[in-house]
């Protein structure tokens, strides 16, 4: 990868920053102090804390990267190089403040332990720190939901040399919330995915998810329910406590499909270039190795993708060693929940949700894609979680926009010839139809 070469920080943005800076700053100390002074008035004595946290040290001298996020806090903004970076930033940056700032009211907690003096320099720092933060304001951890947005600005910045730097960095002042004696270790996962939130409601590509509306895609509120009464049940299980708790991970993932499908459609997975965006990555995670698992499940006596016409192959989506292996020039996939496998010479994606019907500009787009693929030469295989549903679709739109097929049942007929298990819904024969009709 090649050294990201800093652009001049122009005027515009300036003023951007500087606003942003002039909003922020203030904001954080009234209402962190705030949010302090409520908790200590409430007389808060509750905690969550693990037996094993009594065997963290002290350690003094952590309270120098741990005050380190306040300076690249305001450095942070002069990594953005348009307005649009330069707002979504300050936008993240804000939306972590009030999350926060909600949870600490409406869970309020208290750092269980007695901190033990420190002296000279870092004692200094320790008691500047103390002048207005008490030891309230835990879970999650603003620390660590700014630590996130601001290591994820400075990172993908960075060359490569440089960003083992800032991964160093990230991890030295996440670690010194605990050494500190700031935060127990519940505040810091809880951190994190309140900061990688903030990225997926202000991502760096597309629109903000919940700025959208599924972008002419038919929504599945039963599907949304489905995964919402998931994400309730885990919420459940995360209540119990102790190490349950971490179920609020599941939970969270769920909860951002069910919004994917009752609104943001495709554009909640935040699939670039067939790429998913770091924070879906991460906080979809439970969901994705889910479907991981149910697709290899539901595949496997059907593991090897079948020839449908002239050099195209439909299936299911490839590991990098199976598509390696089955010598594949190009992959179409149109899956919305995984990122393109890597190891064909082409790569094309065009996101669809699973069990959702697509538009016909969407459907459009991905039969021309296939036909480009086709075009280019070689062996295309046409992917998606099964190979039974968006897949077959797609080639069946190509077989109809390409002329090689004259009705919609013939093509279907050709599919089936080919991959007996493929579906087709009443719902994906009208949308062929009105294609054919389109044409």
Not at 195 to 216: M, V
Request: proline residues 6%.
């Amino acid at each position: 990868m090649n050294t990201v070469v800093a652009a001049p920080i122009g005027p515009i943005r300036w003023k951007h920053s500087v606003a942003w800076l002039v909003l922020l700053a203030p904001l954080f100390f009234l209402s962190y102090g705030w949010t302090n002074q409520l908790a200590a008035s409430r007389g808060v004595s509750e905690s969550i804390v693990f037996g094993w946290e009594r065997a963290i040290p002290f350690l003094p001298w952590t309270i120098v990267p741990y005050w380190s996020i306040d300076l690249f806090y305001g450095l942070s903004f002069l990594a953005c190089r348009t307005p649009r970076e330069v707002n979504h930033h300050g936008l993240r940056l804000l939306t972590a403040q009030l999350i926060s700032v909600t949870c600490f009211v409406v869970f309020p907690l208290r750092f269980s332990g007695e901190k033990p003096v420190a002296d000279g320099l870092f004692g200094t720092l320790f008691d500047a720190l103390a002048g207005f933060d008490l030891p309230y304001n835990q879970a999650p951890s603003l620390h660590i939901s700014l630590l996130v947005i601001i290591w994820w600005v400075l990172v993908r910045r960075a060359s490569p040399g440089r960003r083992i730097v800032w991964h160093l960095w990230a991890l030295l002042v996440a670690a010194s919330v605990l050494t500190t004696w700031q935060h127990h270790f519940f505040d810091l996962p809880t951190g994190v995915l309140a900061g990688l939130l903030c990225l997926w409601l202000w991502p760096d590509r597309g629109t903000p998810p919940l700025l959208q509306r599924s972008n002419g895609e038919a929504t599945r509120p039963r599907l949304a329910l489905a995964y919402f009464a998931g994400a309730m049940f885990c919420l459940l299980i995360a209540m119990q406590g102790g190490w349950t708790m971490f179920a609020a991970w599941p939970a969270a993932a769920l909860a951002l499909v069910a919004v994917n499908y009752a609104w943001a459609g495709v554009g909640g997975f935040q699939k670039h270039d067939g790429r998913q965006s770091v924070a879906v990555r991460w906080l979809m995670a439970p969901y994705r190795l889910g479907a991981w698992i149910n697709s290899r499940l539901w595949t496997r006596r059907k593991p090897v993708p079948d020839q449908v016409a002239d050099t195209v192959w439909l299936g299911r989506l490839p590991t990098p060693a199976e598509l390696a292996r089955q010598r594949f020039d190009a992959v179409v996939d149109v899956t919305a929940e995984f990122d393109t496998p890597r190891g064909a010479a082409r790569s094309h994606s065009v996101p669809m949700l699973d069990l959702a019907v697509p538009s016909l500009a969407t459907l459009r787009h991905a039969a021309s894609t296939l036909d480009s693929a086709v075009a280019s030469g070689g062996r295309v295989l046409v992917c998606c979680a099964l190979g039974y549903s968006r897949s077959a679709l797609t080639v069946a739109a190509w077989l109809l926009q390409s002329g090689r097929c004259a009705s919609v049942d013939a093509a279907i007929a050709r599919i089936k010839a080919a991959r007996p298990q493929v579906v087709f819904s009443e719902a994906h024969l009208t949308l062929l139809e009105d294609l054919t009709d389109a044409r």
